[in-house]
């Protein structure tokens, strides 16, 4: 794990601690996704996150970056602050698309390579779902439609942690993705070098590209990677935060 997975981690189970809710497991899975957009972007890249529970984890990516403050960030989710228990457009300007309500981001993803298709402006457009949100039908149409407009400016990040394995599993991403003309990658989902390579990557055949994250919902805290159902929205008390922080510290 590296230096920056950790620091965000810690903020992560800082935040949950101090405010008492937050979606802790989802957010960890998706660090290393959000650090190789970082790693990646070149400043005219837009990030989308559909999975706006997950959203612990990008405004912890936001005060490792000393864009939101950490006193900010420990307000997360109470009244009054910025940082609402999903994105939202209207509060900061680093978020591109409020989101939250499931299979809405794939869609404004596709607004967005398309009309910068249109106009012939540079710069992708990168969006994380999670596997669970994959089951949306707006998702697909949304597959279908970019597939067919050749949108290679089109990244879509698959958060691919078996969160659906109690209730409708997401099985064989890839082979549905291949049926509908994309560029596929399926990758380690907690290797940035990996992630930033296959979102960067240029496909000749100028398809819009998926990458399917493998990930591990709750990674970096061993009591929340094998009970993820019961950590599902649930904070830290003062003796789990003591032991989680000093285990991401021992990684």
């Known amino acids: 794990m590296s230096y920056k997975s950790k620091e965000i981690r810690k903020l992560i189970i800082d935040a949950a601690h101090h405010t008492n809710h937050g979606h802790i497991p989802s957010a960890l899975s998706i660090v290393e996704i959000i650090l190789a957009y970082d790693k990646v972007n070149q400043g005219e890249d837009i990030f989308i996150l559909s999975k706006g ?16 403050t950490t006193d900010e960030l420990r307000k997360f989710g109470k009244s009054g602050s910025k940082l609402g ?25 596709l607004g ?29 149409e949304s597959i279908i439609i970019a597939s067919k407009n050749n949108l290679d ?17 997401t099985s064989d991403l890839s082979e549905k993705f291949r049926g509908f003309g994309w560029n596929i990658w399926d990758v380690d989902g907690h290797n940035i070098n990996i992630i930033a390579r296959a ?18 919902k709750g990674k970096g805290i061993s009591e929340i990677e094998n009970d993820i159902f019961a ?3 649930r904070a830290p008390s003062d ?4 032991r989680f922080i000093e285990e991401i510290n021992e990684k």
């Open 231 to 233: 950590w599902h929205h």
């Open 239 to 242: 003796d789990e935060y003591r």
């Open 153 to 169: 400016n089109l990244v879509c990040i698959i958060d691919n942690n078996n969160s659906q394995i109690r209730s409708l599993p």
């Open 199 to 216: 979102i960067t990557d240029y496909d000749e055949e100028h398809r819009p590209t998926v990458v399917i994250a493998n990930t591990i």
């Open 112 to 140: 967005v390579a398309l009309s910068r298709k249109i106009q012939n402006k540079s710069g992708k457009v990168f969006c994380l779902i999670g596997d669970g949100e994959a089951n949306e039908g707006t998702v697909w």
């Open 53 to 68: 529970h997950g959203c612990l984890a990008y405004y912890s990516y936001l005060t490792y970056k000393n864009i939101v």
């Open 85 to 109: 228990g999903h994105p939202d457009r209207n509060k900061l300007k680093e978020i591109y698309a409020s989101t939250g309500s499931l299979g809405h981001g794939l869609p404004i993803a």
